[in-house]
């Protein structure tokens, strides 16, 4: 045995030869420097610049979906000008939340898939449920080789019957749909106001365009007071069925924002007059 | 060719004596056969026409497109063996694919030609293989502007402002050469091409064909490969039905054809 | 990413490893299915809620899925692996049209189902399984699966979120456990029978409802698939949606 108080309890060099630090991560020495080749290859463990929430609201014509502009690195502000709504053809929009590396791979994804389509010169085949079906597919098979693509998704378009679509996906390959979604922090601050508009597919037929702005107006306000990683620049998406046009209007700005001392704002402290 | 029955021809890979690979000229036997193509490089983007012989009347109208995208930006056309131009499509739309997941841009036309022309080549080199039976137009946008190139079964490939291939090439090229090239307009050039191909037609006309034209114009389609609309074809088919009574009935008025009511539609 | 161990008392002697943070491939996304066999039919049902965590991602969202050839399935637990694995089936189903040209019979399709189960096993659905239908002498038959494949043709079973709570009261309303022949006078145990259709309808609505209010990730609306020998009918009825 190994006197040395540093090394006590292991065998004697002198017998044993050097001391086996494979054994039970029983290491000493930092490793840190070293080529990394001893350890296991590694997947995605964690997103690094990231996109904030995305959220959706399905009205009496349509849908509205919004989403800011930012990237960041952990606290960091790193990218004030990143578009994460973009059109796939003309049925479909997708909105994308987590990694940007990961969401710029699917932006990727997406063009060969557009582009493929696009060699049927005549018709638009590829439609907002074949999208949300793929994508769904895409993050499931990655997930399940614990590889994940670190992405929410919220799907939004027409499908074959130029009916709505609007579906949420995840990291994990779950996905679903409601009158209402959002992802990440919009799922604890957007859904409740979001549900206090729409809460059944009848409320939602009877939203009017305007309110649904509005209503995801509010939302991106609040996102941007309470969620640390927003950012006040977003693009707004209306989709409108009975003239089936998708459109994105980008650089919009967060209105209305009360920043004075909170005693004068209503709701705080003593209630005013 | 006096070599052939010599054995020289049977494979690819081999020389004759006198230094001709058989087997690519045998390849481009079978475009020399097959229905006309034309492309033409005009002053704002690139039109493509073909005369699709109809095998059978069974044949569904309107389907069965034979001009291809390569890319958003990149229209082919060829002539000769369908199945070896499937095949090249394919491959040049892998190359395009691969381009842009690389470069984020859209592949440019001379990077892809030439990609392409290496591609053909390799078929002229290796005796498992055949060269491909077809002459393929390829023309598109690019950030340098709009190009036009036609790829033969050697593999060679050159830059054109009017390319023909097919049966009724000779003709085609010298309406082509009456052409203001590239000075047309897109929309004048898909007049004229209906017309090239109507008339060269005139020589093989025991049997249908249906007239496909596609075009991609900075102005018109915004930079992208499309089949021409419904209405520009329609008006287009007219204007060379037109041209052609118009040559009739000058070619009587002069009195040179006694039968020439026979080439009317 | 690397953390510093002190693996001793001894100061300077310091043990560095990654931080072990591995991605978890697994959700729960809540919901409970149930499904009862009679002796002319068999239904399936599940609630419509799905959720994670706290979070209720939808209120209708189906889970219980008419498979065809009068087959009813339902994989209630990880919902990512619930469509994979319907997903699965619908395709296994359909070649098994292509080669064999004749429809699957339930018990066939339970040993199908036990094989992709199980082919999964070192990296298995999570998810409880349920298949309803009719067997080869038009009886009402319920097969459950565990998530790895092990499987049993019961008359009636409970899966997912509120299974536990559930499935104490199927065995007593539907198996008759704890009851006696009233007549008997607490000597005999109540005959067994089969339910009538209504029977076991008002038997699945009050077990949702009940469920609702004991589970959180129970609720919104109970689909109700129905199986018979004339084919499939859905039936909705909304629950409490708090």
Redesign the interface.
């Known amino acids: 045995m190994n006197h040395d ?2 090394h006590w309890g292991r065998p004697s060099q002198g017998t044993y030869g050097d001391y086996n630090y494979n054994i039970a ?8 420097n070293k080529s990394n080749s001893e ?1 296991p290859k590694m ?4 997103p690094m610049i990231t996109g904030t929430s995305v959220i959706a609201i399905k009205y009496n014509d349509g849908i509205v979906m919004a989403a800011d502009n930012m990237g960041s690195y952990g606290s960091l502000l790193k990218l004030d000008d990143l578009q994460r709504i973009i059109p796939v053809g003309s049925n479909s929009v997708v909105g994308i939340s987590g990694d940007i590396s990961d969401f710029q791979y699917l932006e ?1 994804l997406l ?2 898939l557009e ?1 493929e389509d ?2 049927d ?2 018709n638009e085949n590829l439609k907002a449920n074949h999208l949300s079906e793929y994508l ?1 597919r895409v993050m ?1 098979n990655r ?2 080789k ?1 590889n ?1 693509l670190w992405n929410a998704i919220i799907v939004a378009g027409f499908d074959d019957n130029d009916e709505l679509v609007l579906k ?1 996906v995840d990291l ?7 009158p209402t979604l959002a992802t990440g922090f919009g ?2 601050l957007a ?1 409740p106001l979001l549900r206090q508009k729409v ?3 009848d409320d939602a037929a009877k939203l009017t365009k305007e309110e649904a702005i509005k209503t995801i107006k509010d939302c991106m306000k609040v996102l941007f007071y309470r969620d640390a990683r927003s950012w006040d620049k977003y693009s707004l998406c209306v989709i409108e069925k009975s003239t089936k046009s998708i459109k994105i209007e980008k650089d919009v700005k967060v209105e209305g924002m009360k920043w004075d001392f909170a005693q004068h704002i209503t709701g705080y402290g003593i209630p005013q007059q | 060719m006096t070599s052939i029955g010599t054995g020289y021809d049977l494979s690819n890979s081999v020389f004759s004596p006198d230094g001709r690979n058989f087997q690519v000229e045998y390849a481009s036997k079978a475009v020399e056969n097959a229905g006309t193509s034309i492309g033409i490089k005009c002053k704002d983007g690139i039109v493509l026409a073909t005369e699709k012989i109809i095998a059978s009347k069974l044949l569904a109208p309107g389907k069965n497109k034979k001009i291809q995208t390569i890319d958003r930006h990149v229209g082919v056309v060829y002539s000769g063996l369908i199945p070896d131009g499937r095949h090249f499509v394919n491959r040049g739309r892998d190359e395009a694919q691969s381009f842009k997941s690389l470069y984020k841009e859209p592949m440019g036309l001379e990077g892809l030609i030439s990609r392409l022309g290496y591609f053909v080549q390799a078929y002229t080199c290796y005796n498992s293989v055949r060269p491909f039976g077809i002459n393929a137009i390829v023309g598109g946008i690019d950030d340098s502007g709009s190009h036009l190139y036609m790829v033969e079964p050697s593999g060679v490939y050159w830059g054109y402002m009017g390319a023909a291939t097919g049966k009724g090439r000779q003709a085609a090229k010298a309406e082509l050469e009456k052409l203001d090239l590239p000075n047309i307009s897109c929309k004048d050039a898909v007049k004229e091409a209906a017309r090239i191909i109507h008339l060269v037609h005139e020589d093989n006309k025991d049997k249908d064909y249906e007239l496909e034209i596609s075009w991609i114009s900075k102005e018109e389609t915004n930079g992208i490969h499309k089949f021409v609309p419904n209405d520009l074809l329609e008006e287009a088919k007219k204007y060379a039905e037109e041209e052609a009574e118009g040559r009739n009935d000058s070619d009587s008025a002069s009195g040179s054809d006694s039968d020439s009511d026979e080439d009317m539609e | 990413m690397q953390k510093a161990i002190p693996s001793t008392e001894y100061a300077n002697e310091i043990r560095s490893e990654p931080i072990e943070h591995r991605f978890n491939p697994y959700s729960n996304n809540g919901g409970t299915i149930l499904g009862i066999a009679g002796e002319d039919f068999a239904v399936l049902a599940g609630d419509t809620r799905q959720t994670t965590g706290y979070s209720i991602n939808s209120r209708y969202e189906p889970k219980v899925f008419d498979v065809g050839d009068n087959l009813l399935l339902s994989a209630n637990g990880f919902a990512g692996d619930s469509t994979q694995l319907i997903k699965v089936f619908d395709n296994r189903l359909k070649w098994y049209h292509f080669n064999h040209d004749k429809k699957l019979a339930i018990s066939s399709a339970a040993r199908l189902i036990q094989h992709m189960l199980y082919g999964k096993r070192f990296f298995p659905y999570y998810v409880h399984t349920i298949l309803a239908g009719l067997d080869e002498d038009g009886k009402g038959a319920i097969y459950s699966f565990d998530p790895v494949g092990s499987y049993e043709r019961e008359q009636c079973r409970a899966g997912g979120s509120a299974a536990s709570l559930i499935m104490p009261f199927l065995d007593n309303q539907v198996n008759f456990k704890n009851q006696m022949d009233p007549e008997s006078n607490g000597t005999k145990k109540k005959e067994i029978r089969y339910l009538s259709l209504d029977e076991v309808i008002q038997l699945v609505r009050d077990a949702f409802s009940s469920a609702t209010e004991r589970h959180i990730e129970v609720g919104d609306g109970l689909e109700m698939l129905i199986v018979t020998k004339e084919g499939v009918r859905t039936e909705y009825f909304p629950l409490k949606r708090d």
């Open positions: 108080p540093f991560h029983a290491s000493n020495v930092d490793k840190s350890f997947h995605t463990q964690q990727r063009d060969d582009v696009s060699y010169m005549e769904t499931y997930r399940s614990m994940p949420h994990l390959g779950v996905a679903y749909s409601s799922n604890h859904i809460e059944t597919e």
